[in-house]
Nanobody, 127 residues
Framework: QVQLVESGGGLVQAGGSLRLSCAAS????????VSWFRQAPGKEREFAATVSWSSGTTYHADAVKGRFTISRDSAKNTVYLQMTSLKPEDTAVYYCAARYGFISYDYLTRRDSYPYWGRGTQVTVSS
């Protein structure tokens, strides 16, 4: 059974940085896509970034491109989301998700493409 556990959230001032971690366990993740989504109060959960476990190929949503960077450490079975130049509108619960198959960008950005989810970590950016 795949398990995903997020950590690293917290309160930060606008312009600051945070690094989120997603610890993955339960199986070998070769061939998997691991992604970060976020959900702000009153809004739908939205895609932020994804990484191919096998190749390290990444995609980032336009809203975070240039500020957030997703990466993975296969030896530690962990995916990271480095967030810089944070804005109040980045305030959300951040979720890690995983699926087998790193396919089209459109498919990878859809919530219903992922069978495995963590419980989330809160990120609050103050102005």
């Amino acid at each position: 059974q795949v398990q995903l556990v997020e950590s690293g959230g917290g309160l930060v001032q606008a312009g600051g940085s945070l690094r989120l971690s997603c610890a993955a366990s339960g199986r070998a993740f070769s061939g998997y896509a691991v992604s970060w989504f976020r959900q702000a109060p009153g809004k739908e959960r939205e895609f932020a970034a994804t990484v191919s476990w096998s190749s390290g190929t990444t995609y980032h949503a336009d809203a975070v491109k240039g500020r957030f960077t997703i990466s993975r450490d296969s030896a530690k079975n962990t995916v990271y989301l480095q967030m810089t130049s944070l804005k109040p509108e980045d305030t959300a619960v951040y979720y890690c998700a995983a699926r087998y198959g790193f396919i089209s960008y459109d498919y990878l950005t859809r919530r219903d493409s992922y069978p495995y989810w963590g419980r989330g970590t809160q990120v609050t950016v103050s102005s």
